[in-house]
């Protein structure tokens, strides 16, 4: 009988597929850092919505507006550095 589809086997093949424990160490931060980042930016784009459309003297026909003259160039210079 095939020992990797056998009894037990599945438990070798998926334990054998996770990382060892020197590697936890370089993953674990990895995985923090990823998630504060998509949890900022999550954060900071609902926000940044909201604070546009409830300031004074503006609402939702400024966001087109600032996304294609303040955002669109930002992030080409942003990439050309």
Wanted: charged share 20%.
């Amino acid at each position: 009988k095939d020992k990797a589809k056998g009894e037990g086997g599945e438990a070798k093949g998926w334990k054998s597929k996770m990382p060892n424990g020197h590697e936890w160490k370089k993953i674990f931060p990895l995985g923090l850092m990823s998630f504060c980042c998509l949890f900022s930016y999550t954060i900071l784009r609902d926000t940044k919505d909201v604070l546009m459309i409830t300031a004074p003297g503006s609402g939702a026909e400024v966001i087109p507006f600032l996304k294609t003259y303040v955002n669109l160039p930002g992030a080409v210079l942003w990439a050309m550095l």
